[in-house]
């Protein structure tokens, strides 16, 4: 079982969209998919049950190890692909894993799942905290939205310098550009200077496209709701580019 996530520290960068849509591709392509929104926002969620409300739980009856993680998980309307909705709660979870800090809690609850689950997607608040750490930590690779703007670049090199301050192994982290709009000149310049502002980062750029947004009103993934749009064939360049590197 691969663990994958989509992390930044700002929020509005696409990484929800990005979670979606790759947890989709990479069901279709065969793989048991799970998507874990640990975003209390419960975007993602919203996104994969049709753009209806899905009820999620607590976790304190994972805390206490008192329900299996496999309870917690809804199918979804799509082959191969189920999803943890995101709680209200989960805003909690950062004081909760304080107090708990002797082990990966993200990683031990995961791991009765690795018989029946090939890729497990996380979908992460923008914040620097205690579940960033263990995101960091139990993510075999963590995928980072960068709009081609300072701001988030900034935001890129604060991710980096957190990571190497906790010793989480740089490495793992991959960015990427997305919400990219080439009419702007910023964008267009940052964009062809990516070998020097981003050297680390995937080469799929992720266009700022209506059809994204549209996934919140449809509840659909991109590449159902206009496969043949630049949007839908991006993000299947992403999914190519990210299963490359599990």
């Not at 996380?122 to 579940?131: A, F, M, T």
């Amino acid at each position: 079982m691969k663990t994958i996530a989509f992390y930044s520290l700002k929020g509005g960068v696409g990484k929800t969209a990005s979670a979606v849509n790759i947890a989709y591709l990479a069901s279709q392509a065969g793989y048991s998919t799970l998507l874990w929104d640990l975003d209390p926002q419960g975007a993602s969620s919203w996104y994969l049950a049709g753009a209806n409300r899905v009820k999620g739980r607590k976790l304190s009856a994972l805390m206490k190890g008192k329900t299996p993680i496999a309870d917690f998980i809804h199918t979804s309307h799509y082959d191969n692909l189920d999803f943890i909705p995101s709680h209200t709660s989960f805003r909690n979870l950062d004081v909760k894993l304080e107090q708990d800090d002797s082990a990966n809690l993200i990683r031990e609850w995961l791991a009765p799942l690795s018989e029946e689950t090939s890729l497990v997607v996380l979908d992460c608040p923008p914040s620097l905290s205690r579940l960033s750490e263990q995101v960091l930590k139990a993510a075999d690779k963590v995928f980072v939205p960068v709009i081609p703007t300072w701001l988030s670049l900034n935001s890129w090199q604060q991710l980096q310098e957190f990571a190497r301050e906790k010793k989480l192994k740089p490495a793992r982290l991959r960015p990427f550009y997305t919400m990219a709009d080439r009419r702007k000149n910023l964008h267009r310049e940052l964009i062809d200077a990516q070998e020097v502002r981003l050297p680390t980062g995937l080469k799929t750029i992720i266009p700022n496209a209506s059809v994204v947004e549209r996934m919140g009103e449809e509840g659909t993934p991109v590449d159902l709701l206009a496969p043949h749009s630049v949007a839908a064939d991006a993000y299947r360049r992403l999914w190519r580019e990210i299963n490359s590197v599990l």
